[in-house]
């Protein structure tokens, strides 16, 4: 069933200016930053408790408990880390209470998943909540990356499995189509190969918001959803204020990336890596997902954890005025305004 983009766009008229600059390939920032719509929703976090160093919230509807931080993938399959330094990353990590661990099929050509299915031997993989996503938007290619994640990643199931990279205004009906990935997904999640089903994307708040009406139509509730969430979102293109309210409301576990932009947005010189996490927390998220290819970021994480309480409107207000200018242009967003991280459009014969 093909999305009606007319009837959509009726029931997403706050959206509509944008999502349609957004389809014709203008970019411009979004005016309305939702500043209030953040701090609203930030009241609205899952419930959460505390050990050790750690914090744990729920996931959504799924009423699984997972760390606040997450693992990132990419970083640890880099070619400057040995594996043996990866590995120890990976297992400190959990030692230290991180349980959730994201991964991508396409990741380092593979080498990402290969090191975390390595790390994760030896009782490790039971301690943890594994996430990893597929690019292929046909069933047989979608299948195909599944399967071959499951053999790196030395796992019978996962707990999360994600359509990554849901960045072209098309993506929704290729995956909800006849013999799409979703296909695929639900008969993997039938046969116990995952648990839970979500989807990612970096690009365009109103492609998320096309992906959700894609689901209510074909009466799929998703579990999970990936996306940007930090101090520059706030203020443009904005997921936090367009698709995190939504995803709160239907229940659907939060995951937030791009916390510091893979760095892009310490480059403005406008906040520090805790004050990025800490704003990332703030939200109602589940989890989020950093990248930590040195211990010394890892250390970073688990501190920004440990020393996380509740920022108050004056705290947020302050946070966002600082980082308020920077962001207008989307200057310190690479991954909305260019396709430097658009891994599927360098490489499209992975969706196929």
């Known amino acids: 069933m093909r999305i009606n983009r007319r009837s959509f766009l009726k029931k997403t008229s706050s959206s509509l200016a944008f999502g349609v600059a957004a389809c014709q390939g203008i970019l411009r920032p979004f005016a309305a930053a939702g500043q209030a719509a953040t701090e609203n929703t930030g009241k609205r976090r899952p419930t959460e408790v505390r050990r050790g160093d750690m914090l744990y919230r729920t996931l959504g509807r799924t009423k699984e408990s997972v760390s606040v931080i997450g693992l990132g993938g990419y970083h640890i399959g880099k070619a400057q880390l040995s594996d ?17 661990m994201d991964n991508c099929w396409d990741y380092n050509d593979g080498n990402s998943e290969i090191r975390m299915g390595k790390a994760l031997q030896d009782g490790y993989r039971e301690k943890v909540f594994l996430m990893t996503k597929i690019d292929g938007r046909t069933k047989q290619e979608a299948t195909r990356q599944l399967n071959e994640s499951l053999q790196r990643l ?25 013999n799409g990935a979703q296909e695929a997904m639900l008969e993997a999640r039938k046969a116990g190969k995952i648990r ?157």
């Open 196 to 352: 839970f089903i979500g989807f990612t994307g970096h690009k365009d708040p109103f492609i998320h918001l096309r992906m959700l009406d894609a689901a209510e139509q074909h009466d799929f509730h998703f579990d999970a959803v990936q996306m940007p969430l930090n101090v520059m979102d706030a203020h443009f293109r904005s997921f936090g204020h367009n698709v995190l309210p939504k995803l709160v409301e239907q229940g659907i576990g939060v995951l937030g990336m791009k916390s510091m932009g893979d760095g892009n947005i310490l480059k403005s010189g406008r906040v520090t890596p805790v004050e990025c996490l800490h704003y990332a927390l703030n939200l109602p998220t589940s989890v989020v997902i950093t990248g930590c290819e040195r211990m010394e970021i890892l250390d970073q994480a688990i501190a920004a954890a440990a020393t996380f309480k509740p920022m108050s409107s004056a705290e947020v207000s302050a946070l966002l005025a600082k980082t308020k200018d920077a962001a207008m242009t989307g200057q310190f967003e690479p991954f909305k305004t260019t396709t430097q991280f658009d891994s599927t459009a360098q490489n499209p014969q992975w969706m196929s």
């Open 154 to 178: 030395h796992t019978d199931h996962l707990d999360l499995l994600q359509h990554h990279e849901v960045i072209r205004p098309e993506d929704p009906d290729r995956i909800f189509g006849e």
């Open 84 to 100: 043996a330094d990866s590995i120890k990353i990976i297992r400190s990590a959990i030692d230290r209470g991180i349980t959730f």
